[in-house]
Nanobody, 126 residues
């Protein structure tokens, strides 16, 4: 079993920065991909940034490319999302997710992921 615990959300003004953290515990050896998703009220959960854990390759949604950076610290079993130049449209609940198997074509699909964190709220004001 894998547990994911997120932290780092908060309220910031447009143009500000936040760093989200996700600590993974339990049996993590089989996790091949991890990612950050977000969901605003009334919207579907959407992929933000994905990392393939064994080779450190990364993919980003076009809406955050150049502003957000996903990274991992394997020694600490921790995933990060550095969010810079935040915009009001980034406001959402942000979730950490992990999976033990995947297809490249579906990395941004919520159905790919076996494990989810509880979410951390990010609010960006104008």
């Amino acid at each position: 079993q894998v547990q994911l615990v997120e932290s780092g959300g908060g309220s910031v003004q447009a143009g500000g920065s936040l760093r989200l953290s996700c600590v993974a515990s339990g049996y993590t050896d089989n996790l091949n991909v991890m990612g950050w998703f977000r969901q605003a009220p009334g919207n579907e959960r959407e992929g933000v940034a994905i990392i393939v854990t064994d080779d450190d390759t990364k993919q980003y949604d076009e809406s955050v490319r150049g502003r957000f950076t996903i990274s991992q610290d394997n020694a600490k079993n921790t995933l990060y999302l550095q969010m810079n130049s935040l915009k009001p449209e980034d406001t959402a609940m942000y979730y950490c997710a992990a999976a033990d198997s995947f297809r490249v074509e579906t990395l941004f699909s919520t159905d790919t992921y076996n494990y989810w964190g509880q979410g951390t709220q990010v609010t960006v004001s104008s």
